[in-house]
């Protein structure tokens, strides 16, 4: 017998060099292609016709000058400068990358201002500077403080950040924030805080030892020192070893502050005994051994990035009770300054505050640590199971994307500036904070959630039409972004050909697909069909047929079957052919409510319903819709206010349309439901409060509808395609009712970032969902 050669070893750094390339031209593509850049900017008036011109510019606009000019408080009321702040660099020290110099630091300053938006609602300019002498730089930017109400200084090398933020201090009347030093500093503070709780230690108590002698380095051990621990209780460590009395190398006047003893030791020298290392330094410089020889329950704040001084497994190792925090948001405790930056800005814009002092900074890290102590689950996700983020070793700190942190710690920064004098407006806390929380869901983010309670739990997804492009781009941000598995139904040289010319970076082998053509799964599959159908005149050969053919009934049986937690359909193909089978194969359990639509607007979400299920519903269908739309929109941690909507408003038509829904409110009345429901109504009347004051002034309900409902789906769907195509809506949907989250049917028109969503809300588990 012949032996079997030896296999070839495969060349993985080719594949390793592929992925990366992959991934760069991903970026590049991001930051250029629809328009290039991630910024633009929008018009906040009208500008239809000569009138709107005439007071947008001359003459209307000189009474707006005339009034800054006699009151400058003024021009936060008749300007946007109250709420805009300029990002600035010279790009010295950016990221990872250093000196790069101020062009190439664009992306990233752009970025910067994306999530002032993003978090916190905040505008913002970037601003590149070339100039590298600090004084100089500072005189720019002081420069600037009638355009803004705050600067964020970004990116500037140590000891040059010192001087530029002192000096800008010192001139400017507006806050100064250098987010590289505090927002990485509050962050930290925070997690300190309950590390603290947590380790049952005191700051007042602790060894620290520091690696990293810069900008965010001293900015943390400063703030340390104001939340209690004492200055000869740290010890810091740069490339250099210890900052110690008479060193000359590598020296600045902020290092200097921090020297220990008189003769030169290193990182291990000084590591005996040590409750808590702090390190902003590089990738394995804290060293198992020296770990082994800190004290019981050491807490290791590991922040370099993108590799971490010791990986928490290497610490755990030697110390299985160590208290870890990292820069990376895939190990538990992310030191990350969103936390931090777009909210104590948002706190001190709102009450005119002219600087950002200490008690604003220690206000936000109360804020902060306060929040990951105050509850197990995550507010926005609350309906979701497999939600818990319980307080303790590995939940330091709230998630980046808690919409909690608005109203939190936004609240906390204006009530320090009002206590300490340095707010020129005076703001009602608890009126103020009830204004933010509920304007974190006036914006795409509604969808973070969700992801974020998707991320706890591990979901199957079965995809039906997995050879679609968009469906492959979608299971690889599945992939990447989530912990759900997803199935992929189709052929797999077709997919595997597909995924190759998109340029995706899946591994093919690693995917559970499910090939019609050719499974040992097909004979189950089949069987189990007959077995659901055989009663409805499909023979042994039809169900053999359609399992071979129809990927939609192929993935309702995975379902049924307890092989998938919930399928995703109908990205080509008509939304009733899909539902017949969904209905055959999982409606002995479940049935059908009817499709929502949750369109997300500039000014916070909007649910239509049913677009899809029922063209005419009955008035007991119009109640059940009502019903599980209401549910829906709790899930998203907001309260239901529903308007049924059709061509009659208030009985003043005797339509059939009208007809039904009267009697499907009766039918409500009836089950005395616990949400807020009015109608019928046309839909400006739905949206607007005061018009629909004035047409039925005893309705019951108050405010904008965020729910319409109508009792024909041509209307639904047509408003629900005004809102995308022209509106600039973002679609999530649509959702399938009564179904228990087994199965939800999209449309043709469904982006690959919308199959993400719905593979979000398919990934996620729901308590009494039905």
């Known amino acids: 017998m012949s032996e079997t050669p030896p296999k070839t070893p495969i060349d993985t750094s080719a594949i390793d060099a592929q992925k990366k390339e992959t991934l760069r031209q991903a970026a590049l593509d991001y930051h250029r292609y629809p328009k290039p850049g991630k910024l633009e900017i929008r018009a906040t008036k009208p500008m239809a016709n000569g009138r709107d011109l005439a007071r947008a510019y001359s003459p209307g606009v000189a009474e707006a000058c005339l009034e800054i000019k006699n009151n400058p408080a003024t021009a936060h009321d008749y300007t946007a400068r109250g709420n805009l702040v300029a990002v600035v660099t010279n790009g010295s020290a950016v990221l990872g990358l250093g000196n790069i110099g101020p062009l190439a630091s664009k992306p990233v300053m752009e970025g910067k201002a994306v999530l002032f938006k993003k978090f916190a609602n905040i505008d913002c300019f970037d601003i590149e500077l070339n100039e590298p002498d600090p004084e100089k730089l500072a005189d720019i930017v002081c420069a600037l403080e009638p355009t803004f109400g705050a600067i964020n200084l970004e990116d500037i090398k140590a000891p040059d950040c010192f001087i530029v933020e002192k000096i800008c201090r010192e001139r400017m009347n507006i806050p100064v924030f250098h987010d590289d030093q505090h927002g990485t500093a509050i962050v930290v503070g925070a997690a300190a805080t309950n590390a603290m709780a947590v380790s049952g230690k ?221 707010a020129t407006k005076q703001v009602d806390l608890p009126s103020y904070k009830a204004g933010l929380d509920a304007s974190v869901f006036k914006s795409a983010m509604l969808m973070r959630p969700v992801f974020e309670a998707a991320a706890k739990v591990a979901r199957r997804i079965v995809f039906t039409e997995g050879e679609d492009e968009r469906v492959l781009r979608a299971a690889q941000a599945v992939l990447e972004e989530t912990t759900e598995t997803p199935i992929l139904i189709g052929r797999p040289d077709v997919i595997a050909l597909r995924a190759e010319r998109a340029g995706l970076d899946i591994d093919i082998n690693s995917l559970d697909i499910v090939n019609p053509e050719n499974d040992p799964r097909y004979r189950d599959y089949w069987e189990s069909y007959h077995t659901l159908m055989s009663r409805n005149g499909v023979t042994p050969d039809l169900a053999k047929a359609v399992m071979r053919t129809n990927t939609t009934a192929i993935g309702a049986v995975m379902v049924h079957r307890g092989e998938a937690d919930s399928m995703i359909c109908g990205t080509f193909g008509q939304f009733r052919w899909h539902l017949k089978y969904i209905e055959q194969i999982l409606g002995k359990d479940h049935k059908v409510q009817g499709a929502l639509s949750m369109m997300i607007l500039e000014d916070g979400p909007l649910f239509i319903a049913d677009t899809h299920v029922r063209s005419e519903p009955t008035p007991e269908q119009i109640a059940q819709t009502a019903i599980g739309a209401a549910r829906h929109v709790k899930r998203f941690g907001l309260k239901p206010n529903i308007a049924f909507c059709a061509q009659s408003q208030f009985g003043n038509l005797d339509c059939d349309t009208g007809n039904r829904i009267r009697k499907a409110m009766k039918i409500l009345d009836a089950q005395k439901v616990d949400f807020t429901y009015e109608g019928e109504m046309n839909v400006d009347a739905a949206l607007d409060p005061e018009l629909r004051e004035r047409l039925l002034p005893c309705g019951r309900m108050k405010g904008a509808a965020n729910v319409l409902i109508f009792g024909h789906a041509d209307a639904a769907s047509g408003v629900r395609n005004i809102l995308k195509m022209k509106a600039g809506g973002l679609e999530v949907g649509p959702i399938l009712m009564g179904m228990g989250n087994r199965a939800h049917i999209v449309t043709p028109s469904i982006t690959p970032r919308g199959l993400l969503n719905m593979a979000a809300i398919a990934g996620t588990p729901v308590k009494h969902y039905e």
Do not use: H
């Open 202 to 422: 005191k700051f007042e108590d602790i060894k620290i030892v520091s690696t990293g002698g810069g900008a965010a380095g001293i900015a943390c051990l400063n703030m340390l020192l104001k939340l209690g621990v004492k200055r000869e209780n740290v010890w810091l460590c740069d490339i250099e070893g210890l900052v110690y009395e008479g060193r000359e190398k590598d020296m600045t006047p902020q290092k200097a502050e921090f020297a220990q003893g008189k003769t030169a030791a290193t990182l291990g020298d000084v590591i005996d005994g040590a409750d808590m290392f702090l390190g902003l330094s590089g990738p394995g410089v804290l060293k198992p051994d020296m770990v082994a020889r800190m004290t019981k329950t050491p807490i290791i704040f590991a922040l370099a990035n993108p590799n971490p001084e010791i990986s928490p497994e290497d610490a755990r190792a030697v110390a299985p009770d160590a208290i870890m925090a990292t820069g990376r948001s895939d190990f538990p405790n992310q030191v990350n300054n969103v936390l931090c930056f777009p909210f104590i800005f948002r706190g001190a814009l709102d009450v005119g505050a002219t600087e950002i002092n200490d008690a604003m900074k220690i206000g936000c890290v109360e804020g902060i640590a306060a929040l990951a102590r105050v509850t197990t689950s995550a507010e926005a996700a609350a309906a979701y199971q497999g939600e818990q983020m319980t307080f303790g070793v590995d939940y330091l700190i709230p998630k980046p994307f808690d919409p909690r942190l608005m109203g939190v710690v936004a609240s906390a920064v204006a009530k320090a500036a009002m206590e300490t004098g340095v």
